[in-house]
């Protein structure tokens, strides 16, 4: 068996984002890397939809989970600006990566949806890490092993959130009659 040659590259064109992309998949990794300074939110979302514009991005997965919350102001934009030119876009695939505690952006991004729901000609999914997200959009490609290790490499493991409340949980016993 001859090894398959990989075609994956990370961009670090837009200082905001960590990207990752892989041409024969068509697959665009996005993750937010500004910490909680947004900024520049708009500028790199603009140069983020250029530049998936320009690789003819077919699938794409943006990790909502690594994104501060968003402002109404932000809501805004993206929903006047920013979706016209997605729904316009060659996207197949669409994963949202969102913990169900972010529920601010869960939200935001249900309401940018329902409000381009009769244009939007892409399947779009939520998962809670980016793993099976990718799984999904690749359709568990032999690939994908090598997309996860570089990305690993370069970003460290993937640690999922908590599943638990950061606070301890109350100890209940049953009292004693």
Same mark, same amino acid.
């Given at each position: 068996? #001859?090894?398959?040659?990989?075609?994956?590259?990370?961009? !670090?064109?837009?200082?905001?984002?960590?990207?990752?992309?892989?041409?024969?998949? +068509?697959?665009? &990794?996005?993750?937010?890397?500004?910490?909680?300074?947004? &900024?520049?939110? &708009?500028?790199?979302?603009?140069?983020?939809?250029?530049?998936?514009?320009?690789? +003819?991005?077919?699938?794409?997965?943006?990790?909502?989970? !690594?994104?501060?919350?968003?402002?109404?102001?932000?809501?805004?934009?993206?929903?006047?600006?920013?979706?016209?030119?997605?729904?316009?876009?060659?996207?197949? #695939?669409?994963?949202?990566?969102?913990?169900?505690?972010?529920?601010?952006?869960?939200?935001?991004?249900?309401?940018?949806?329902?409000?381009?729901?009769?244009?939007?000609?892409?399947?779009?999914?939520?998962?809670?890490?980016? +793993?099976? +997200?990718?799984?999904?959009?690749?359709?568990?490609?032999? &690939?994908?092993?090598?997309?996860?290790?570089?990305?690993?490499?370069?970003?460290?493991?993937?640690?999922?959130?908590?599943?638990?409340?950061?606070?301890?949980?109350?100890?209940? #016993?049953?009292?004693?009659?």
């Amino acid at each position: 068996m #001859r090894p398959i040659p990989l075609f994956v590259v990370i961009i !670090t064109s837009i200082s905001d984002f960590s990207l990752q992309y892989d041409e024969p998949l +068509g697959l665009l &990794r996005v993750e937010w890397a500004s910490g909680d300074d947004m &900024r520049t939110f &708009r500028t790199s979302a603009t140069e983020l939809l250029q530049l998936s514009q320009q690789l +003819g991005v077919r699938h794409l997965l943006l990790n909502m989970n !690594t994104l501060p919350d968003i402002s109404v102001y932000d809501q805004v934009w993206l929903s006047t600006d920013w979706m016209a030119a997605v729904v316009n876009s060659p996207l197949e #695939r669409v994963v949202l990566v969102n913990h169900r505690r972010r529920v601010h952006n869960q939200l935001a991004i249900e309401s940018l949806i329902a409000q381009a729901r009769r244009s939007i000609r892409f399947d779009i999914q939520y998962f809670p890490q980016p +793993g099976p +997200g990718l799984h999904w959009l690749s359709d568990y490609s032999d &690939r994908l092993p090598a997309l996860l290790a570089e990305w690993a490499a370069l970003h460290g493991p993937a640690i999922p959130p908590a599943s638990a409340p950061a606070t301890p949980r109350p100890l209940y #016993r049953p009292h004693d009659s």
